[in-house]
């Protein structure tokens, strides 16, 4: 089995732990909050975090390609110990790269996710949203439950327990429709509620990646803890699995 | 977390908040702190509203200085207007917490963000996104 991190990958390597697990070949970003150095109080990575309660102007892609930003310092998530992750206040925090992460629009993909939700009263905030306006490729949980969102059609599945740890993964084939995305929650797949516009297709080429934020609705900010997030440019269940074990080795989540 | 500091802004002082939060932090991009607004009151009033170290705010009401970075778009007038609207409030203190109202700033301390939001009983501005 490759192991990515060992070997010309950056600061992945000196960071790299998890007993054995690895992520796989497919891995296209990595954000990993047990990594202290890939965190940045700044933009420009000038001043490391070093501490609880340290802003976070920069996290840094262990696979070395797709850093996240947030310039506005009152917009930082704040880094905390313990189980290292990021604290979003579901007030302004977020984070944010131009990029598409070298994926199409229709995309084969999955996004694999260590987090905590916090309580909210809003139906869809966004944990992972790549493109912008109609037809994007957004990862959500909220009132109405865990669901992908598109901006103009959605699928959603089971309801959420508000201040859980959980590892959460979005995931579709290439080419398919809103009503062909897939959720799995702790590494068991979920089945849909309900699917809004299932035979719409994602369009969106914009090159935005945010975390935390649903910029098109005003106030669309996430509360959660973020351990660590990844993406994948497959929808393999043998990558996912894998991915999905090397989260929860980070959040201490129980498969 | 209860280190930082809450801040909601009427939509009609967004700019001089702004200016504020420049000169707060030192750089002309605080410009980018109250964006929106976001938020809504029970009586309809929409804010700006932004979550920031604790650091930032308890200087809030010192003297101001333009950013080290100031290219003219922020002036030292258009922050000492907002900074005179400013009513902190630390969750800690033995005195009623002051409501948001049209021409009153808000910042709250010693609670979370999302805590501060429903103590001040705004609620996000929401479409139906699907």
Redesign the interface.
Known sequence: MMELGLGGLGIYGAGWRGGGVSLPASTLAAWDASVLASLYQDTGGATPVTAA?D?VGLWKDQQGSYDLSQ?????RP?YQTGQPRL?F?????HLFAATRLGLAANPAMAVVVALTP???????VRVFDLGNSAGVLSCSFGTDGWAW??????RIFGSVTFGQTVVATWFRAAGSTYGDGRFRLNGVEQAATST??PVLVPTSTAAELRVGE?V??????T?MDLYTEVVLGTDSLTDIAQAEAWAAARAGVTL | MTDTVTVAVPEAHMVAANCLASCLVGQIAGQDTFRGPGYTSATGERYAVASAPKTMWTAAFDPLALPADSDGSVSLDCAYAAQAMVAYWDAQDDVPMPAVGPDVIVALAGMSGMEALAAMGLSPITADET
């Open positions: 309660d802003p310039a506005t310092i009152a917009a704040l604290v206040d579901g007030v302004d925090d916090k309580v909210t009263g809003v139906n869809d969102r598109h901006n103009n059609g959605n809004a516009n649903n098109t609705v005003a106030g669309g900010y509360p």
